[in-house]
């Protein structure tokens, strides 16, 4: 069966500060790969998805940044965290090709101080 | 621009009863739409998928249906539990299948 992890579950960072968020799957093979940030009393945004290994597209404009180095993982990054980047963000995975069921992570909640 | 207004943004409702979740979109070429579970804080359970060319899933006491024409699909909850209390989302991902927008979610709290 598979499987989708994230770390760390929570995260207190300054602002200015770097970020690395990781999320990884198992049990899979050629995934499509996507990163969302829930804000307070909002929906999800999608921020990127890969549809493979060094392929990103970006939704969202913003302080942020994604990296697929492996099949299997996802990387969100930022050089200089903002106020604004707080919120819980989550991972989720298709079976590739377009249109599938996704299948979320536990996700990472972000509170930038 | 593809948007997923969902209504209402809360509901409480006694256990036993059935209720109905509506979801509404604006661009009616989408690829499927999903309908997830979400308890607080925590990540989302898939619960429905309905690809563009069906009408309804069904999946124990869940129904959701799909009207592209209208841009509506509906969630039936069928003799609700407090288990059942979470928030309640839908997405609609459009024709390129990628980009998938999600309402602001519906609140259900099911009352023992």
């Known amino acids: 069966s598979q499987t989708i992890h994230q770390w760390p579950a929570t995260l207190v960072q300054p602002v200015g500060s770097p970020l690395s968020l990781e999320c990884t799957v198992e049990g899979t093979s050629n995934p499509n790969l996507y990163w969302y940030r829930q804000a307070a009393g909002r929906g999800l945004q999608l921020l990127f998805y890969?549809?493979?290994?060094?392929?990103i597209s970006s939704e969202v404009p913003q302080n942020l940044s994604a990296s697929r180095p492996q099949d299997r993982q996802f990387i969100l990054s930022s050089k200089k965290l903002l106020l604004s980047d707080s919120g819980f963000y989550l991972c989720a995975w298709d079976r590739g090709g377009a249109g599938n069921e996704q299948y979320f992570g536990p996700g990472t909640r972000l509170t930038v101080t | 621009k593809q948007e997923v207004t969902q209504i209402p943004a809360a509901l409480s409702v006694p256990e036993g009863e059935n209720l109905v979740l509506n979801c509404s979109f604006t661009d009616s070429a989408i690829y499927n739409l999903q309908w997830f579970r979400q308890d607080p804080g925590k990540g989302l359970t898939s619960l429905l998928l309905?690809?563009?060319?069906?009408r309804e899933q069904t999946s124990g006491r869940l129904n959701a249906s799909l009207d592209k024409s209208s841009g509506r699909s509906t969630l039936y909850i069928a003799a609700s539990q407090p288990g059942d209390s979470a928030t309640y989302l839908c997405?609609?991902?459009?024709?390129?299948?990628?980009?998938?927008?999600f309402g602001a979610g519906t609140r259900l709290f099911v009352k023992a």
């Open positions: 309905i690809q563009s060319s069906q």
């Open positions: 890969s549809v493979g290994i060094g392929q």
């Open positions: 997405a609609a991902t459009n024709t390129g299948g990628f980009k998938t927008i």
